[in-house]
């Protein structure tokens, strides 16, 4: 088994959205909130970021002004158990993972406790089920994830993974795993260890263009069942 860590959600970044999603490190009750699309989607398939209110709302937050007329990459759809990418990143997924293999998620949050630091934590997992390209979705599909929700030319090669329903999905309560170190956030020095290692060097996690992974996964999936996650087929 093999298994890929892959951050996602909105970020600080100028095509994160320049925002975190908040997290309660009380609870471990968090909001899902993707990145901004930045490409041209099929008519119909917008995903505005105003559809977070209400959830933001729970935990005392509003959209930041930058947000409010934006539409959003759903990217992974934890409802209907989807994650896309492109370039180097889906060439890795395609190459290193075959059905079976894990997709683990992790998002930097903001705490709504004040704390200073950003809370790493994972927020899912998917167990693969197969991989399609976007380009090859039919039209009556096209709503299964943000790279075929988009206007794609001939040939393109966005690739996305289906996670296996049942035992793929969003945690209902995120998992903590970052510390700031050594100028950086990175995987605990603990966990790593718990972990059996990480390709990346000392735990770095805060970009991810080389995906970091797991070099014993299923050593990691003794440490995530010790967790007992909850998964939940909903993006909130």
């Not at 908040?22 to 099929?42: C, L, M, N, R």
């Not at 293999?101 to 200073?116: C, K, N, P, Q, W």
């Not at 049942?166 to 956030?185: Q, T």
């Amino acid at each position: 088994m093999n298994a890929l860590l892959v951050r996602v959600g909105a970020d600080r970044s100028q095509g994160g959205g320049c925002w975190n999603a908040p997290v309660d490190s009380q609870t471990g009750k968090f909001v899902y909130a993707p990145i901004p699309e930045s490409v041209a989607v099929h008519p119909g398939l917008k995903k505005p970021y105003s559809g977070l209110a209400p959830v933001l709302a729970r935990f005392g937050t509003i959209l930041p002004v930058n947000l409010r007329r934006r539409h959003m990459h759903l990217d992974p759809d934890f409802e209907r158990l989807t994650y896309g990418d492109q370039g180097q990143r889906a060439k890795q997924l395609h190459t290193q993972l075959q059905k079976g293999d894990l997709i683990v998620f992790y998002a930097g949050l903001a705490d709504i406790r004040g704390a200073e630091r950003l809370v790493y934590a994972l927020v899912g997992l998917f167990v693969v089920d197969r991989f399609v390209f976007a380009v090859d979705v039919p039209k009556e599909e096209r709503d299964i994830n943000a790279h075929s929700r988009r206007i794609l030319r001939s040939g393109a090669r966005d690739l996305i993974a289906h996670g296996r329903p049942g035992v793929s999905g969003r945690f209902r309560h995120c998992l903590p795993i970052g510390e700031y170190r050594d100028r950086a956030y990175r995987v605990q020095a603990d966990l790593v260890d718990q972990w059996g290692g990480l390709s990346v060097r000392d735990g770095y996690v805060q970009r991810s263009a080389r995906l970091p992974r797991f070099l014993d996964s299923r050593r990691f999936l003794r440490w995530l069942d010790r967790q007992k996650p909850v998964l939940l087929q909903s993006n909130n």
